[in-house]
Nanobody, 115 residues
């Protein structure tokens, strides 16, 4: 059983920064892919960033150069550093972990960027 618990969301002004954390139960080495997704009101859930061991990172075009995904295997945690935040980044952010073929999700954390 996999549990993912996000933290770090909140309200920030445009141009500000937040760091999201996702604590995973058990060893991180089980996961084929770790990532962050987001869902804004009235929109579909979309990929933000992924990190894959031995492959590297992948970002949505809308966040490239502003967001950075990283992982700390010793802490069983994946992070999303978000800089230069924009109002359009407002969404619920979800942590994701994949053990092929199953996708696991956290409960989500709200990020609100005010203009």
């Amino acid at each position: 059983q996999v549990q993912l618990v996000e933290s770090g969301g909140g309200l920030v002004q445009a141009g500000g920064s937040l760091r999201l954390s996702c604590a995973a139960s058990g060893s991180m080495f089980r996961f084929n892919v770790l990532g962050w997704y987001r869902q804004a009101p009235g929109k579909q859930r979309e990929l933000v960033a992924t990190i894959t061991s031995g492959v590297g990172t992948n970002y949505a075009d809308s966040v490239k150069g502003r967001f950075t995904i990283s992982r700390d295997n010793a802490q069983n945690t994946v992070y999303l550093q978000m800089n230069s935040l924009k109002p359009e980044d407002t969404a619920v952010y979800y942590c994701n972990a994949v053990i092929i073929p199953v996708y696991y999700w956290g409960q989500g954390t709200q990020v609100t960027v005010s203009s």
